[in-house]
């Protein structure tokens, strides 16, 4: 049996059988779209596909360097950080190209913890799309910079003086990927076997950056894939002794990493419902208001896109990334593009998105308020031509510029309540506050420099 043959706990099963597999891998991913997992026996990976299994909830009250959060109400010392429970989900099984005798399945939080999953956040508002006769079809793509450096390397060095797998700003280049080739090939390789095949891979502007555009697929596969790319890129690079990172601006000499999601809808059908030839730019109604939400929305739900301090690094005039909430046609300047085509391909990019986002919340964030716009019939605002960087915005539609700011917006917005549930918004936002008081006590580079000898 192939891995993406599997559809139920009894396939899986099978696949085990008949593969003779000793020990299975499982994983989560958590509120930072860091996968976590563990090796699991067959006889305990079998039990766990009836009844589900026990992770320690702590993956759900740390943060990306495993520091405990001092203000969510979930898990913390004050609930002894018990086991939540998590069910295995049998149609995410795949294979392990660098791991052949065994195979990887996902799974997602169960019960309470449902409530602060990021992956059940992606299924509630895709469950409101159903209900409103919507399919949702989607699909990322990711800037990433590759170095010459291990694990090791980049601490011993602190992080500066790396040395990129290429020189200089060279987008497109055919020389570089040729001279690369086998890393090329073999990341194409090891994502296709792996059911994240990539439709384009090439280099970017900028010293040894490349671009991956991940197939489409329906949201909540294309979630996966894009939570799965991000992690076995990194496994992969390792392991040929190099280095990726998916920061959202790793450093000021080099312009931020994108993580654009593309979206559109289908009705019950299966029909495109984007597209129609007799409005302007081919954008049906049903468009129309899922970008008026989408622009509405997102100086509220920020938080749950540019979700690091380091993603406001990248969110500047000049550097291919919005400074406020606006939408054009073809337009690579504005935080929402409208991509006109056939019905097939007509869809909106949320360009807002960094490299660093968990794909689960981001997601959620762009399909959710565009579902909200559809629900309340959002006209937005006429599209920006031309420079958006050299329109004055109208002031509702700057976005915050802090990762505290947009964590206390999150936390006030009703709407996003509404949308993914009062749990996920006020642990989600905790979490988020949490990273920026812990960036607030770093004494840094540019504040030795600064104030060291002088003041």
């Known amino acids: 049996m192939q891995t993406r043959s ?19 891998k499982v994983g989560v991913f958590d509120v930072d779209g860091i996968m976590r997992g563990k090796y699991m026996s067959r006889e305990k990976f079998l039990s766990a596909l009836k009844s589900g299994f026990g992770f320690c909830d702590v993956v759900l009250g740390w ?101 990129t797998i290429t020189p200089g700003f060279y987008g497109y280049s055919v020389l570089r990927s040729s001279v690369h080739a086998e890393f090329y090939h073999g990341l194409l390789d090891t994502m296709r076997k792996m059911d994240v095949a990539l439709e384009g891979l090439h280099t970017e502007t900028g010293a040894g950056v490349l671009e991956a555009a991940i197939t489409v697929d329906e949201a909540l596969a294309s979630a996966d894939k894009a939570a799965l790319f991000k992690t076995f890129t990194k496994i992969y690079a390792e392991r040929q002794n190099k280095m990726v990172t998916f920061m959202a601006k790793w450093s000021h000499d080099w312009p931020g990493q994108s993580g654009h999601l593309h979206v559109s809808l289908k009705d019950k059908n299966g029909d495109p419902v984007f ?109 920006v031509e031309g420079n958006a960087y050299a329109v004055e915005p109208n002031p509702k539609d ?23 549930g009062d749990e996920f918004v006020e642990h989600y936002a905790a979490t988020r506050d949490w990273e920026q008081r812990e960036y607030n006590k770093a004494i840094t580079d540019w504040q030795h420099a600064r104030y060291f000898e002088i003041i």
Request: hydrophobic share 40%.
């Open 63 to 163: 943060d990306s360097n495993d520091q405990l959060y001092d203000n969510v109400k979930y898990t913390g010392w004050h609930t002894a950080y018990p086991d939540a429970p998590v069910r295995l989900v049998p149609d995410t099984c795949r294979e392990l190209p660098l791991e052949p005798s065994t195979v990887l399945f996902l799974g997602e939080f169960a019960q309470k913890a449902e409530g602060v999953c990021p992956r059940g956040a992606l299924r509630r508002v895709l469950n409101r799309a159903s209900d409103m006769g919507y399919s949702v079809m989607s699909a990322a793509e990711f800037e990433f910079f590759v170095f010459d450096e291990t694990p090791f390397s980049v601490r011993e060095k602190h992080y500066k003086n790396l040395r």
């Open 275 to 383: 597209h129609d030839a007799k409005k302007p730019h081919s954008m049906s109604d049903t468009m129309r208001w899922f970008v008026g939400g989408q622009q509405r929305l997102m100086p509220e739900l920020l938080a749950m896109v540019a979700c690091t301090v380091n993603s406001y690094t990248r969110l500047i005039p000049g550097f291919w990334a919005p400074t406020a909430s606006m939408w054009g046609v073809e337009n690579r300047t504005t935080a929402l593009r409208v991509i006109p085509g056939s019905p097939k391909s007509q869809r909106v990019e949320y360009r807002v998105a960094a490299a660093d986002i968990n794909p689960y919340i981001a997601f959620a964030a762009a399909i959710g308020s565009g579902l909200w716009g559809i629900e309340n019939k959002i006209e937005p605002p006429p599209p």
């Open 6 to 24: 599997v559809k139920t706990a009894e396939d899986a099963a099978e696949l085990i059988a008949e593969r003779a597999i000793d020990n299975v």
């Open 398 to 420: 700057n976005l915050p510029r802090s990762l505290g700011d947009a964590a206390s917006r999150l936390a006030a917005s009703k709407v996003a309540r509404d949308l993914f």
